[in-house]
């Protein structure tokens, strides 16, 4: 099982900006992939998560409302749509899959190498 993450960069406050993960390996429908993220001297905190069925989905209350994630069976990625991107959504940004639908680190098996998101005021 492989996780490439993708598509961070250095946007201003209120930009738009979409992570990609493409994921190898055999997924189940019961698959929850989710991303995480850790701003620097800060503990890695969880993001937004999706159940490979698409029909679960689950949001930090920081990015409610601004943030989507989605998924493309077809092409095995999730995305994760930001929009009204804030200096404080800046850190590196990690997809990560497992089999326990939940927001704490633990329930993730497998992560990516993580995309750098950076947020100009």
């Known amino acids: 099982v492989q996780l490439q993450a993708s598509g961070g960069g250095l946007v201003q406050a209120g930009d738009s900006l979409r992570l990609s993960c493409a994921a190898s390996?055999?997924?189940?429908?019961?698959?929850?992939m989710g991303w995480f993220r850790q701003a620097p001297g800060k503990e890695r905190e969880f993001v937004a998560l999706?159940?490979?069925?698409?029909?679960?989905?689950y949001y930090a209350d920081s990015v409610k409302g601004r943030f989507t994630i989605s998924l493309d069976n077809r092409e095995n990625a999730v995305y994760l749509q930001m929009s009204g991107l804030k200096p404080e959504d800046t850190a590196v940004y990690y997809c990560?899959?497992?089999?326990?639908?939940?927001?704490?680190?633990?329930?993730?098996?497998?992560w990516g190498q993580g995309t750098q998101v950076t947020v100009s005021s």
């Open positions: 999706i159940r490979w069925n698409g029909r679960n989905t």
């Open positions: 990560a899959r497992g089999s326990q639908y939940g927001t704490h680190q633990d329930d993730y098996n497998y």
């Open positions: 390996g055999r997924i189940f429908s019961s698959t929850v």
